[in-house]
Structure formats: structure tokens, C-alpha cells
């Protein structure tokens, strides 16, 4: 027996995911402080700190993992946050993540081999992977 889920938790839950996209940094940050869980995922597994670092939102970034957000947290297909902040040429949400603690080499692939698939040298020095 399967629950069908309730049209409102869906739609706050869309609302949510939709703030990181966006980068709503202190609407977001009210609705963590209020207790929506701050590692909250979507159906692929993009968790919020996903979502706006994919997105290029580093103030949002910084701002969930000051809540306490795993900054490696990956989804359903393995990709960090860091290596989707890599892939996009995201710098000040690299930033933000690795002083959040985020690990280069987390992830498949991880910030390190996106970094090295597109030649992206400058990073991989930064990440200390030569």
C-alpha cells in the first residue's frame, strides 16, 4: 500500500526547491530556520545546497551550510555540489563550498576529474590535485 503524498507538502516542498534555484538566500534561510529539513532532496536526489550551487548562488550556498548542509552530499547520480559548481564555472560557489568543508574528491565524478576533464588547471591546483 502506497501513501499518496499530501498536494500541499508537494507544492511547499516545489516552493523550496525552487528558492535555491533562484537563490531567495534569506526566504530560504527562514523557511530552514522554521524547520524544513536543510538536507532536503528532491525526486533525482539534488539537495538544496544542489540546487543553488548548480545554480550559481553562493550566498544561498553559504547560507545552508552555515544551517548545517553536507556539502558532499550527492544525488542519485553521484555529482557533488562541488563538482556541479566545477562544471558550470561556478568560482565564488567553489568557494563557498570548500570553506564549507566540501571534498574534492567526493562524488562521480568529482570536482577533481570535472576539473581535469575540462582543463580546468587553475582548479585542480586549488583542489591540490595536480
Not at 507538502?9 to 526566504?27: N, P, W
Not at 574528491?105 to 582543463?119: H, Y
Amino acid at each position: 500500500m502506497t501513501q499518496t503524498p499530501d498536494p500541499e507538502v508537494v507544492e511547499l516542498a516545489t516552493k523550496i526547491f525552487d528558492l535555491a534555484r533562484q537563490g531567495e538566500t534569506e526566504t530560504l534561510a527562514a523557511y530552514v530556520d522554521a524547520g524544513v529539513p536543510v538536507n532536503l532532496t528532491n525526486d533525482r536526489g539534488d539537495s538544496l545546497v544542489m540546487l543553488a550551487a548548480y545554480h550559481g548562488h553562493a550566498a544561498a550556498v553559504r547560507v545552508l551550510l552555515e544551517r548545517g548542509a553536507d556539502a558532499d552530499r550527492a544525488n542519485d547520480r553521484g555529482q557533488t555540489p562541488l563538482a556541479g559548481a566545477v562544471f558550470k564555472g561556478e568560482t565564488e560557489v567553489i568557494e563557498a563550498l570548500l570553506a564549507g568543508g566540501a571534498d574534492p574528491a567526493a562524488g562521480t565524478p568529482s570536482a577533481v576529474d570535472t576539473a581535469r576533464m575540462f582543463g580546468k588547471n587553475d582548479l585542480l591546483e586549488l583542489f591540490g590535485a595536480q
